[in-house]
Every structure is written in C-alpha cells, then in structure tokens.
C-alpha cells in the first residue's frame, strides 16, 4: 500500500512541474492576445471590451464605495470642526463690532452736543476734479509738475492735490488748460503740521529732497520715527487732518519726514478746493471779487427806486470796503509767509 502511494506520489510531482510550466507559458500568450486585440479596433473587440467594463464597472464601484464613504465623513468632519471656529470666531469679533458701534453712537453723542455748545460751525462741503500729470518740472532747484486741468475747469490757486495716500502739494499756478503743482517737497513749500499722537506742531519745509524736514517745532518735544505727520489747518491753506507722511529719521538738528506719496509713479492728482481763507491767494483776488460784488449791486439798486438805492450802494461799498480789507489781510499774510 505503501508503494503505491510513493508511486503515485512520484507520478505527482512531474505533472505539477509540468502544469506551473504551462501555466506560466498560457498566461503569458494569454497577455499577449489581449494586447493585440486591445490594440485592434474591430467592432467585435470594442464590444467585447465594452461588455467586460459594463461587468467590471459595478463592481469596481461597490469596492471602491467604502473607502469614498470613509474619505467624505473624515472631510466632513474636519469642516465641522473649521465651521465651529469660524463660529467661534465671527461670534467674538461681533461682540468686539458691537462694543464699537456703541463707543461710536455715544462719540456721536457727545459730539453733537458739544458741538450745539459751542456752536461749531461745520465745514463746508468740498469740490474736486481729477487730473493727469503731463509733465514734470523737477530740477536741480524746483520740485513741481504740470497736470491737464486748469482754470476752465475749475482750478484756482491754492487747492489742495492729493493722491490716494495723502497729500502731494498745492496748486501754485492756474492757466486756463493746465495747473502748475507745487510739490511738499520743494523748497518754497512750507507746510504746518500736527506730529505724532501728542500732535505737536511744527512744519514741513521741503529741500527739493525726497524727504522734506520738520522745522519750528518746541524743544521739549519728544518725536520719534514712526509718528504719523498730518496737517494742521493753520493759515488756512489745508485743511486739518489730511495725511502727509512718517518720520522716518530723528537727529539733534535734522528731522526727516517721508511723505505718503510715490513720486516715481505720480500719474493723477486730485485737486480738492476746501474753501478755506486761504493766505495764498493774491490781493487781486480779493479786489476782483469785491469788484464783482459792487457791480452785481449797482443794477439792484437802480432797480429798487430812491429809497432802496442808498441802501444798494451802501451795501456795494461795504462789500468794496470788505473785499479790500481782506485783501490787505491776505497780503500780510503773504507777506509773513515770504519774510520766514
């Protein structure tokens, strides 16, 4: 009995051999039939190909649904947890958004009552145009430009140009379809300023050097580099608050303040008309004005009979008087700006 089993055992062992042998060989000819027919594009193929992913497809889907399952829960949930901080977040900040809404209705408040207290007289509402700067006029001595804007559109002498960051100049000359900017970094501007939170007062006196320096300002002061320069509407030329630039170097004698402005890509100035008393305009201004004043009461006046004629006239000259008095204000003033 035991013989045979051997025998049997050796008859085995040559026909497994054999079978791995032919194994390996019919699926190697197996792999490449299929290649051949994946490459052969006969309708016969295609179906059978077509029929094969159709079987396959299911399949395929149903094992690959866990694992899809399983990523979109683990994204699910970790967007829960982002949403809940966002919450978190959004609640916090509308806390702090509340706490300033009622800070800013009790400022308001208080500035409404001060203001009825005092009787403030609000400032008027201003005017602007937009214009491009069609030339540069910087030099060894003057730091100005030209923009496409001038009288005819309403440019006058002593409006403020500005950027979008803050203030550049003023307008210095008016033509009738161009304005002459004077820039804060030439060295006739001279400009007065409020710097840092302290809001000393000094001003800003251009060199024709990229960064103008401060000038007049108290001893004691203590200024730092990074204090923020605004203007200070004294003399009437700007008005308070407009932006000007941060001191960037502090010395004993030499205070240097870089303006908010990007000279080297100046294209559009907005020329903003404040309506302040301004020093800078010319004493003709103010007699034309009173001239044109006079003339515009003379035909009330001849209108209005006898009785109201003295009174028209009247009125004509105290406008006359008004007009040359300020005149001569303006031009003391001038005159001070030119003695410092």
Do not use: C
């Amino acid at each position: 009995m035991s013989k045979r089993s051997g025998n049997a055992l050796g008859l085995a062992t040559p026909i497994r051999a054999w079978a791995q042998r032919s194994a390996f060989v019919f699926f190697f000819a197996l792999a490449i039939v299929l290649l051949v027919l994946g490459r052969a594009q006969t309708p016969a193929v295609e179906r059978v190909r077509t029929a094969v992913n159709d079987a396959v497809a299911p399949v395929l889907e149903l094992a690959t649904s866990p694992v899809a399952t399983v990523s979109d829960t683990i994204v699910s949930t970790r967007e829960l947890f982002e949403v809940r901080a966002a919450n978190e977040a959004l609640r916090q900040e509308n806390q702090r958004l509340l706490q300033w809404r009622a800070a800013a209705q009790r400022l308001e408040d208080e500035n409404r009552l001060l203001r009825d207290l005092n009787q403030l007289t609000i400032e008027p509402r201003t005017r602007y145009i937009t214009a491009r700067v069609i030339g540069d006029q910087g030099g060894a001595f003057v730091r100005s430009v030209l923009v496409s804007a001038g009288a005819r559109d309403g440019v006058e002498k002593g409006q403020a140009a500005l950027t979008g960051r803050g203030l550049a100049g003023r307008v210095a000359e008016t033509g009738r379809r161009a304005a002459r900017i004077l820039l804060v970094t030439d060295m006739n501007s001279r400009v007065p300023v409020l710097v840092g939170n302290a809001r000393d007062r000094a001003v800003l006196a251009g060199d024709n050097s990229p960064n103008p320096e401060l000038l007049y300002f108290s001893p004691g002061v203590q200024i730092r580099v990074g204090d923020r320069v605004v203007t200070s509407g004294h003399g009437g030329a700007f008005p308070s608050g407009l932006p000007i630039g941060v001191v960037t170097d502090v010395r004993e004698n030499d205070v240097r303040v870089e303006p908010y402005v990007d000279w080297s890509h100046l294209e559009f100035l907005r020329l903003v008309d404040y309506e302040l008393p301004s020093i800078l305009n010319s004493p003709e201004d103010g007699l034309v004005k009173g001239k044109i004043q006079s003339r515009q009461a003379a035909p009330v006046a001849a209108a209005s009979g006898p009785n109201d004629a003295g009174s028209a006239a009247a009125a004509g000259e105290t406008g006359t008087a008004g007009a040359t008095a300020g005149a001569v204000v303006q031009a003391g003033g001038a005159a001070t700006e030119l003695a410092q």
